[in-house]
């Protein structure tokens, strides 16, 4: 699993820290991938972040 994040839809709110902090650290314009390729054992939330992000910036790509 790979995280992608769309800089250009992103606004820095800051739900996807919220549901994984491991993966993501919100900045005050945009987020930061901490993990781009996180472990399986993640998955749950880092879906939960990529389903409340309000601007539909995050997507999960199958490797």
């Not at 491991?22 to 472990?39: H, I, K, M, N, S």
């Not at 749950?44 to 490797?63: G, S």
């Amino acid at each position: 699993m790979r995280v992608v994040v769309d800089l250009d839809l992103c606004q820095g709110h800051g739900m996807c820290e919220m549901e994984a902090p491991d993966v993501f650290e919100a900045g005050r314009d945009a987020v930061t991938l901490l993990d781009e390729t996180p472990d399986e054992s993640r998955r749950a939330e880092v879906e939960a972040a990529v389903r409340y992000c309000p601007t539909q910036a995050l997507k999960i790509v199958e490797d």
